[in-house]
């Protein structure tokens, strides 16, 4: 069966720097999501991408977080300068069309800022 | 943002007994409630869905309920197996922000021999 794959599992980083989590969507998918679920809290939203460009931020997605997706098969989130706060689960998610109502989930990056 | 609640963050019920999740809601905006399955380590998995159209949906063990004029859904799953063990989230979405799912604080079930 067709998955979704993120890598890193985990990543440990020192405040300040830079990370990039990296997500493989299910190859026929088109609409591509990352959310967030700090420990303790909801899963929350971050960002919409379709058609290689933003179609939906929320507040957290700031000047800090970017998206990209560099050749067609890689789904990236960066965060330029991690703060403790960013702590957190980041999952990937995609869609195969805006007629489908499942998302397929990656199995999360779990991101540790110290 | 509670837009979606699970007031109840754990059940306990006995395999082969029936499992109720609830949820309500406060947007009358969402077009679309879905169930999500997960289990430690790994991202959410898909149940079942119900369009606002709709006041119930079945899919094998699993069926949904949705009460519009209450703004409240249920997940029923009978029989409940071991497997079903499980964090069970509610989730809802729009059709003008498609796919952008707003996620419950999520209810941990246990299924006891």
């Known amino acids: 069966e067709p998955e979704v794959t993120q890598t890193p599992s985990h990543q440990v980083t020192q405040m300040g720097q830079e990370v990039i989590l990296r997500c493989v969507p299910i190859s026929n998918h088109l609409y591509f999501y990352w959310y967030r679920q700090i420990l303790g809290q909801k899963v929350e939203f971050l960002v919409s991408f379709y058609n290689n460009e933003i179609s939906e931020k929320s507040e957290i997605f700031d000047d800090q977080f970017s998206v990209e997706r560099p050749d067609g098969s890689n789904f990236t989130l960066k965060i330029r300068s991690t703060k403790l706060e960013d702590s957190a689960m980041y999952f990937c998610a995609s869609y195969r069309s805006s007629m489908n109502t499942e998302a397929f989930f990656g199995q999360g990056t779990r991101l540790t800022v110290v | 943002d509670q837009q979606v609640k699970q007031n109840s963050p754990s059940l306990s019920v006995q395999e082969g007994r029936i499992s109720i999740l609830n949820c309500d809601y406060t947007?009358?905006?969402?077009?679309?409630f879905l169930w999500y399955k997960k289990y430690p380590a790994e991202g959410p998995t898909f149940l079942i869905s119900?369009?606002?159209?709709?006041d119930k949906n079945e899919d094998g063990r699993f069926t949904v309920f949705l009460n519009k004029s209450a703004k409240h859904l249920s997940l029923h799953i009978v029989p409940s197996q071991p497997g079903d063990s499980a964090v069970y989230f509610c989730a809802a979405m729009t059709t003008d922000s498609w796919g952008k799912l707003q996620f419950g604080a999520g209810t941990q079930v246990v299924v006891t021999p």
């Open positions: 119900i369009s606002s159209i709709k």
């Open positions: 947007n009358s905006m969402f077009d679309y």
